[in-house]
């Protein structure tokens, strides 16, 4: 089993930056990549962005490209989104989830383990 806590989310204005954390625990040698997704009220949970542990190859939604970056510390077990230039279409819940091979990082239905979640709130 691998636990994972998100932590950094907020409410901030658009334009503004704010990074994520997410800090696994447990089973961690089972981890293969990491990804990042969200889910706004009324809508489906999207994929975000997504990073290979031993690469650190990312990949990012178009909508995201060029504004988040996705990190990794594997010292530490931890991966971070840093979001620059919110908008308020940004806004969701964001959770962070662990596959445990190499499939493919957009399909949710492969990643094994998830966080709780944390708000993210946008202003115009």
């Known amino acids: 089993q691998v636990q994972l806590v998100e932590s950094g989310g907020g409410l901030v204005q658009a334009g503004d930056s704010l990074r994520l954390s997410c800090a696994a625990s447990?089973?961690?040698?089972?981890?293969?990549?990491v990804g990042w997704f969200r889910q706004a009220p009324g809508k489906e949970r999207e994929f975000v962005a997504n990073?290979?542990?031993?690469?650190?190859?990312?990949q990012y939604r178009d909508s995201v490209k060029g504004r988040f970056t996705i990190a990794r510390d594997n010292a530490k077990n931890t991966v971070s989104l840093q979001m620059y230039s919110l908008k308020p279409e940004d806004t969701a819940l964001y959770y962070c989830?662990?596959?445990?091979?190499?499939?493919?990082?957009?399909?949710?239905?492969?990643?094994?383990?998830w966080g709780q979640g944390t708000q993210v709130t946008v202003s115009s």
């Open positions: 990073i290979r542990l031993r690469s650190a190859y990312p």
């Open positions: 447990g089973r961690t040698s089972s981890m293969y990549s």
């Open positions: 989830a662990v596959m445990t091979g190499p499939w493919e990082e957009t399909d949710q239905g492969k990643y094994v383990y």
